[in-house]
């Protein structure tokens, strides 16, 4: 959340609020909708670390607010973030954890697993399809994102497939 919330933060000063319904727009309903309690965590660790700088402004008729803005420290982090590549193997994957150790503790079966997960799967796949027919059909970012989501779980499946045929096949 540290660096989205940067980037937003690139386009001009705003305040918690702001940023939690910036991202909503942008990200559309298939991206978990952010905590404003965590929005405002992130704000304080990143105004604490330098990355950004807060000032409260008067409301008249309501509370005191606070204003963020990127420092420049902030921005270089911000522009080290875009330089920087993705490289997140799935080699760490919480489920193919399950699947290796079920056979060694005896406690579950590696196909039922296999199974339960795909149902997953298909059961999430329906969930983004309606997704992409609704609300977030005109939100291009939104779209993307669904679209990828989407691929990810094919891979998902077709991987699935595969250790489904490893297992079962002869030793």
């Known amino acids: 959340m540290r660096l989205p919330l940067l980037a937003l933060l690139a386009r001009g000063p705003a305040h918690g609020y702001e940023l ?21 965590v992130t704000l304080s660790r990143l105004e604490k670390s ?15 607010k ?9 921005h270089e982090a911000l522009l080290a973030w875009y330089e920087d590549t993705a490289d997140e193997p799935r080699v760490r994957d919480e489920f193919f954890m399950k699947l290796a150790l079920a056979q060694h503790t005896g406690l579950a079966d590696q196909v039922t697993l296999i199974n339960k997960q795909r149902r997953q799967y298909l059961n999430t796949m329906r969930g983004l399809s309606k ?9 291009r970012i939104a779209h ?28």
């Open 20 to 40: 939690k319904q910036d991202l909503e727009q942008l990200l559309g309903a298939a991206y978990p909708q952010p905590n404003v309690g965590q929005i405002y």
């Open 66 to 74: 606070k204003i963020y803005r990127l420092t420049d420290a902030g």
């Open 131 to 139: 997704l992409a027919g609704a609300e977030n059909r005109d939100n």
């Open 144 to 171: 993307l994102l669904i679209e990828g989501a989407m691929l990810h779980l094919q891979a998902d499946l077709d991987w699935l497939e595969r250790c489904q045929e490893e297992l079962e096949g002869p030793e």
């Open 50 to 64: 330098g990355l950004i700088e807060g000032e409260e402004v008067a409301q008249s008729t309501r509370p005191n």
